[in-house]
Each structure stands twice: as structure tokens, then as C-alpha cells.
């Protein structure tokens, strides 16, 4: 078993949680043990796209944490909680509520490179202390400006509650008409008029890594002249890993009791789809496997997916003709 499973987590759900119920699933599927890790953290608040790495694709995870992810979140507008999610108690409120067209306009201000500060409530380290521990004992944290980049953001369509789209189950490929709605406004919604004061707003975000949303939807309702907080959020896109494959913890138990997980495992290669392949030949496999640098590889410089026929050998750097081991596998 060596390839990615792909979770719809669901809310309330932590990574590390989600890594164990793959763990369970391997185990009660009868299959042998293998290292397991998720390729990004996805706070329990949050649902989506979880990439779990198994056997040799944990040698990848890192990849994923470096790649760009995409999120549907809502913003409610008039009050700011200091986790800037429903977790957290209000700290500060406004009468302020902004139309569409307010809104649209505003969008390009964080669309691009952008500074933000992150969260006090992360996971990010401060004198060697988690943010979110010392922000829970009370102590006030200032965590620096970082730079990231928003590739898109856009205000996402509103749905009724008889006309919300499903959530994918793990099954064949979904349409755009099919994907999971991000969230519903209220039992009877409507597109908003022009002047209409909106309560909350469903955005769909294309991040860099290191991107918090929370602080996004922050610094956008600041933009407006008022505050809001996250009260749903949604990750439909993990690198080149989204919600057509993902499947739900239901299933990966039905899965692992019919031991049939390895019809739901994603290939190793699944994890770079963004880079070529370097076919090799036995010898070309065997000095990589030994760590040796190959020369006389005609290939523009970049990284390549080396592989011996089906069989992946290892992500190789190529450079001014000589290809160089970056990760090998052990297959």
C-alpha cells in the first residue's frame, strides 16, 4: 500500500484524527503496516480535502504543504471573535453591514502578493510556544506580518436549501454543477439585490502556502468598514488532490471492512502530477537507487518523476544534464 487516500473530513474531525482512522481502516482491513501521515493540517472547525500519505507517498507529504490550496468560506459581518471563527468570544462588534457591489470592489485589494498577520489562536511558534497556547492562557500574543499570495478570490453563487448541490462520496468525477455547494445562506436564499446590506458572504480563495483564512476574512470585513469572522470553511482543493476523489469517513470504513482500500488509493504518482516523467532504463534505476548522479540526461533542468517502466525509482532534480536524487522509493 504505497499512494495517497484522499478524506472528505468532516467537521469537528482534527489531521492528526484523521491520519488514525486511516491507521484503523489498514489495520482492519488486514493490510500491512505502513507509515501513514496527512499532507496538511485542516483545523477540526474546517471540512474538505485531507491528503493521507501512505507507505512511500509520506516521503511527498512535505510537497504538499508547499502547494496551493483552494477554500470556500463564509464571512459574517458585525461581529470579530479573537479565534476569528465561532470558536472564540466576540471582541469587537459594528452596526457595518456591506452590500455586493461593496464587496466586489474590495476583493482585488487582497488579490495577489499580500502581507497578513496570522491568527493569535495557530499553530505558529512564539518563543518556542504554540500561538494558540499561550492566546488560550491568556497571554497576549503579536505575531508578525508574512507575505502570501492570493492567486483568486471570488464571491461564490448562493443556493436554497431544496437546490444545494451533494458532496462527493468518493465516486466518479464531479461536475461543476455537482461539486459541493460551500454553504447555504438560509432555508429560502436569494442573490442579493444592488444595495442590499448583506449579514454574511460565501468567497471562494486560491492560496499560497502559509495562507490563514480566518485572517483573510478578517482583513477583508476591516476593508469594509466593519468585522467578521469565519463561520464556515471549506478546503475543496489540496495541490493536485480535490473533492472528486475525497471520500467520507463512512466509506473508508466501508472500505476497510470489505478490504477493497486499495480500489480508493491513489497512486504515488497522483501526488506529482505537475511534473514529468523520466523514463529510465535497469542501470539508469539502479545507480539512483544507490544515490548516484546521472549524466547525459537530455531534459531541460527541473524536477522529474523517475520511474523504471510502471515502477517509481525517485524525484530527481535534472541540472545542466545531470539528474540528482531529491526522495527515493523503496519499491
Request: charged share 25%; proline share 6%; hydrophobic share 40%.
Amino acid at each position: 500500500m504505497h499512494g495517497w487516500i484522499i478524506l472528505d473530513k468532516p467537521l469537528g474531525l482534527g489531521s492528526t484524527q484523521g491520519v488514525s482512522a486511516v491507521k484503523r481502516a489498514l489495520r482492519q482491513g488486514g493490510y500491512s503496516k505502513a507509515k501513514v501521515g496527512h499532507g496538511g493540517t485542516l483545523d477540526p472547525l474546517a471540512t474538505g480535502v485531507l491528503p493521507v500519505a501512505i507507505g512511500e507517498a509520506t516521503k511527498l507529504a512535505g510537497r504538499m504543504l508547499d502547494s496551493d490550496k483552494v477554500y470556500d468560506f463564509t464571512v459574517r459581518f458585525g461581529a470579530e471573535t479573537d479565534t476569528l471563527d465561532l470558536e472564540g468570544k466576540v471582541i469587537a462588534e459594528s452596526d457595518v453591514r456591506p452590500t455586493l457591489a461593496e464587496i466586489e470592489a474590495i476583493l482585488p485589494r487582497f488579490t495577489g502578493p499580500i502581507d497578513q498577520v496570522p491568527p493569535a489562536y495557530s499553530a505558529l511558534k512564539v518563543d518556542g510556544e504554540r500561538a494558540y497556547d499561550l492566546a488560550r492562557a491568556g497571554e497576549e500574543v503579536a505575531l508578525k506580518s508574512r507575505s502570501v499570495t492570493v492567486h483568486s478570490l471570488q464571491i461564490l453563487p448562493v443556493y436554497g436549501e431544496g437546490d444545494r448541490p451533494q458532496a462527493g462520496g468518493g465516486g466518479g468525477p464531479q461536475t461543476s454543477r455537482s461539486r459541493p455547494a460551500p454553504f447555504v445562506y438560509a432555508s429560502h436564499c436569494h442573490l442579493p439585490v444592488n444595495g442590499e446590506e448583506l449579514r454574511q458572504v460565501t468567497l471562494t480563495a486560491q492560496v499560497s502556502k502559509g495562507t490563514y483564512i480566518r485572517s483573510l476574512a478578517r482583513d477583508i470585513a476591516r476593508a469594509l468598514a466593519t468585522v467578521g469572522h469565519v463561520t464556515k470553511l471549506r478546503r475543496i482543493k489540496a495541490g493536485p488532490f480535490d473533492l472528486s476523489s475525497a471520500i467520507s469517513l463512512d466509506k473508508l470504513d466501508e472500505l476497510a471492512k470489505g478490504r477493497t482500500l486499495e480500489q480508493h488509493l491513489l497512486p504515488l504518482r497522483a501526488g506529482l502530477d505537475d511534473i514529468p516523467a523520466l523514463s529510465l532504463d535497469p542501470d539508469q534505476a539502479g545507480a539512483l537507487r544507490q544515490g548516484r548522479v546521472l549524466a547525459g540526461i537530455a531534459r531541460d533542468d527541473g524536477p522529474y518523476f523517475a520511474t523504471l517502466g510502471e515502477t517509481p525509482v525517485a524525484l530527481v532534480e535534472v541540472t545542466s544534464g545531470e539528474a540528482r536524487v531529491v526522495r527515493g522509493f523503496n519499491l
